[in-house]
């Protein structure tokens, strides 16, 4: 039998971590959306300092909701990673959106949660997908996910700081947007990009008889 070639890179490997990236950043910068607006808000709707906590509680919990819901049901297993991150994505820009209907206070909490719950469905699936995608220089490609996940949550603040005399409702509304651009930006990539190993792996087990 003639031996299998050693690892080497996938081609293409870090063109789809740059996508992946500019689809983390865009998703997450619904995580501090309401943080940056929160002193609008509080006017707006007579929200307590209690009530404008939550507004950031309700994501964290939301996201922690998500991620024990998607490991029980084992989601990234059932449905291809790159659907189940573009799906996420929209669901977190449309509960971000619902807050231009002025809900409430309560109102507003569930739709963080539903922000959070959602972007539990970008955050683990990139992580699994830049794991497949790289053998050599994983450590240096996880890194760039979890850099993309600091910048994008760190947007709503930057783009609060350069715009302040914007009104509230469009900064909520260009921040529902840019999911939208990161369900484009999913959609694109593999959702998997198996490596030389994974390959050599597979036949293996096929010639052992699995």
């Given at each position: 039998?003639?031996?299998?070639?050693?690892?080497?890179?996938t081609p293409h490997r870090w063109c789809m971590?740059?996508?992946?990236?500019?689809?983390?950043?865009?998703?997450?910068?619904?995580?501090?959306?309401?943080?940056?607006?929160?002193?609008?808000?509080?006017?707006?709707?007579?929200?307590?300092?209690?009530?404008?906590?939550?507004?950031?509680?309700?994501?964290?919990?939301?996201?922690?909701?998500?991620?024990?819901?998607?490991?029980?049901?084992?989601?990234?297993?059932?449905?291809?990673?790159?659907?189940?991150?573009?799906s996420s994505a929209l669901l977190a820009g449309?509960?971000?959106?619902?807050?231009?209907?002025?809900?409430?206070?309560?109102?507003?909490?569930?739709?963080?949660?539903?922000?959070?719950?959602?972007?539990?469905?970008?955050?683990?699936?990139?992580?699994?997908?830049?794991?497949?995608?790289?053998?050599?220089?994983?450590?240096?490609?996880?890194?760039?996910?979890?850099?993309?996940?600091?910048?994008?949550?760190?947007?709503?603040?930057?783009?609060?700081?350069?715009?302040?005399?914007?009104?509230?409702?469009?900064?909520?509304?260009?921040?529902?947007?840019?999911?939208?651009?990161?369900?484009?930006?999913?959609?694109?990539?593999?959702?998997?990009?198996?490596?030389?190993?994974?390959?050599?792996?597979?036949?293996?087990?096929?010639?052992?008889?699995?």
């Open positions: 039998m003639t031996p299998l070639p050693a690892d080497t890179p971590l740059a996508i992946l990236c500019i689809a983390v950043v865009l998703s997450f910068a619904t995580w501090f959306s309401a943080n940056a607006i929160a002193p609008e808000l509080k006017r707006a709707w007579s929200l307590s300092e209690s009530a404008a906590a939550w507004l950031t509680n309700g994501v964290q919990i939301g996201f922690v909701i998500g991620a024990l819901s998607a490991s029980f049901f084992n989601l990234p297993d059932l449905i291809r990673m790159n659907r189940l991150m573009a449309l509960s971000n959106a619902a807050m231009l209907l002025e809900p409430g206070p309560t109102g507003a909490i569930l739709c963080r949660v539903v922000t959070g719950f959602a972007l539990a469905g970008v955050y683990p699936p990139a992580l699994k997908l830049v794991s497949t995608w790289f053998i050599s220089g994983r450590g240096l490609a996880l890194a760039g996910v979890i850099g993309a996940i600091t910048a994008g949550s760190s947007l709503p603040h930057l783009f609060r700081g350069v715009s302040s005399t914007v009104d509230w409702h469009n900064v909520i509304a260009f921040r529902a947007a840019r999911p939208s651009s990161a369900l484009s930006s999913s959609s694109s990539s593999p959702a998997k990009v198996p490596t030389r190993s994974a390959r050599r792996c597979s036949t293996r087990a096929k010639s052992a008889g699995f």
